[in-house]
Every structure is written in structure tokens, then in C-alpha cells.
């Protein structure tokens, strides 16, 4: 994005909304998903572009969560795959997960495009593509539900950045622990997650590689804990209540910027 400003004040977001449009134009982010990164972006102002405190604990217990699963699956999409890819695939080994493309609007070749930058970032191994994605999630309908029978079909724990709502209940319902990192506290995927990072996939990403790598060598039962004293109820209370505690701020604060008078 060499049009970008060097000091354009919204510098970051135009790099990151540029990624987006690579990955559109190489194929394999979907039209929906250029629409669904814009909504990110109107909730990210809400919480201030940076991880707020109740992000960072359920940051912290996702990590628990994935290092005790058994079987654990990360769900990588299409802005997945161009917003984070090596960081998706340092993740996947630091805590031994299989990677699995999972797409809302399936294709083949979208499925092998996100295979290829997967790979080509480091991934060993990817399952969900073409032939592999062979199981099904029961109660949904068409492509959508099609999964790989040695990942998600199969998985006690499933990290899914950018997960849609109807898909997160299904899961919920095979029992599985599901992870979501939606920035949209309000949506069915946040309410029906076990475990709701209301972040940046961007940000929550990093953060949830260094907490894997320090909790690592913590004894198992104190990490089973830690996902057991978790209440995602509570913490997305905690999230909304960020919100209009921050809201309630800037009204009171002012939020207009200063020029020379006239
Ligand atoms: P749901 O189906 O869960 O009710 P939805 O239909 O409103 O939600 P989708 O289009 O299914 O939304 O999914 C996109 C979601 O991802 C939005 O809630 C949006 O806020 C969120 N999102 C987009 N970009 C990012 C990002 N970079 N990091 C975190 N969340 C993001
Ligand atoms: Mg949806």
C-alpha cells in the first residue's frame, strides 16, 4: 500500500483494510468478508483499537483451554488467512493444533488458495480441502456444513476467528468448546461461544501465542481451573460494561479535535 500516507493518522487501519483487498484480489477473501472486516472496524472504535482488560483474560483462559484440549482445531477463513497467517500457524504449533479451512462461502478453489498461504507460512499440514472436508455438522444446511472427519468433526476444543453465529451453535450443540474472536460483543457468535475474545484477530492472535508460551510448563490442573472458573456470561457483561463506561468518558470528556480559530 505504498499510496499510504507516512503520516496519515489512520496509518495502521489503512494497511490492514489493504490486506484485506490483497486477499480479494488473489482470490480467496470473499465479497461478505470485505463487508464483515468493515463491521470489525466500527466495533474496534468502540472498545479504542487496543485489547481491553476483559479481552486480555479471556485471551488468557483460550490459551488454557487449547494447551489441555485433546484434540484441539483452529478455523482459518478467508481474513483469517490475510490478516494473520503466520501468526495462525506459530499458534497451531506452539499448542498443537490442526489447522482446518473452514469457509461460510465455500470453493474449491478458495479452499486450495487458503491451503497454499497457509503452507507458504509455515503450516504443515491442512485439512478442510476439497475431498478431506467430508463430515457433517449436524443441523446445517448446504456447504457450510461440511467439515474434515480428523479436525473440527472430531475436535473437543475449535478456535474460531471470524466464525458465523449459526455455525458456533452447531457446535455448541456436538458439545464442543468453542472459541470466538469477534470484536462484535452482540453477536450470536459472542453469545454462543464457551470462551468470547472480544479483540482484534489482529491483536488477540499475539497475545494468545505469548500466553500459550508462558503457560506452557504450568502444571495441567491449574490450567483446567482456570478454564473452569471462567464465566463468559460475566466477562462479556464485563465487555459491555467497558464500553459504556468508555462511551460515558469521551461524552463527558469531548472527543472534537483543535484547530486555529478562524
Ligand atoms: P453472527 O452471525 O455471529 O450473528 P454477523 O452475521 O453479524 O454475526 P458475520 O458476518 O457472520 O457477522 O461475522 C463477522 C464478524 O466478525 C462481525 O461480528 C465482525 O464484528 C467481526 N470481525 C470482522 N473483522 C474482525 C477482526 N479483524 N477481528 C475480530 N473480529 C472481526
Ligand atoms: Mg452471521
Not at 483474560?57 to 494473520?84: C, D, K, M, Q, Y
Not at 478453489?109 to 497457509?118: D, F, K, N
Request: overall charge neutral.
Amino acid at each position: 500500500a505504498s499510496w499510504v500516507p507516512p503520516n496519515h493518522p489512520r496509518r495502521e487501519s489503512l494497511f490492514i483494510r489493504e490486506r484485506l483487498v490483497d486477499g480479494f484480489r488473489d482470490g480467496y477473501v470473499a465479497f461478505q468478508g470485505l463487508i464483515a472486516h468493515g463491521r470489525g472496524e466500527c466495533f474496534d472504535y468502540l472498545v479504542g483499537e487496543s485489547t481491553i482488560p476483559p479481552a486480555l483474560t479471556a485471551e488468557r483462559v483460550a490459551a488454557a483451554a487449547l494447551l489441555t484440549a485433546s484434540h484441539p482445531v483452529i478455523s482459518v477463513n478467508g481474513n483469517t488467512a490475510t490478516l494473520a497467517p503466520r501468526q495462525i500457524v506459530e499458534l497451531s504449533k506452539l499448542i498443537n493444533a490442526k489447522l482446518e479451512v473452514n469457509l461460510f462461502y465455500r470453493t474449491r478453489e478458495r479452499e486450495e488458495l487458503i491451503a497454499r498461504v497457509l503452507r507458504e507460512s509455515g503450516a504443515e499440514e491442512v485439512l478442510g480441502v476439497a475431498d478431506d472436508a467430508s463430515c457433517t455438522i449436524p443441523e446445517l444446511f448446504s456447504e457450510r456444513r461440511r467439515v474434515s472427519c480428523r479436525g473440527i468433526y472430531t475436535a473437543d476444543v475449535v478456535l474460531v476467528p471470524l466464525e458465523d453465529g449459526d455455525r458456533t451453535e452447531a457446535l455448541r450443540k456436538m458439545g464442543k468448546t468453542v472459541i470466538a474472536i469477534d470484536l462484535n460483543p452482540l453477536s450470536r457468535t459472542s453469545r454462543a461461544a464457551s470462551i468470547t475474545i472480544v479483540d482484534n484477530v489482529i491483536r488477540a492472535i499475539p497475545n494468545m501465542i505469548k500466553f500459550a508460551g508462558e503457560m506452557r510448563e504450568m502444571p495441567r490442573d491449574e490450567l483446567v481451573n482456570m478454564v473452569r472458573n471462567f464465566n463468559n456470561e460475566e466477562n462479556l457483561r464485563s465487555v459491555l460494561t467497558f464500553i459504556r463506561d468508555r462511551l460515558s468518558e469521551l461524552a463527558s470528556k469531548g472527543i472534537t479535535l483543535e484547530f486555529p480559530k478562524p
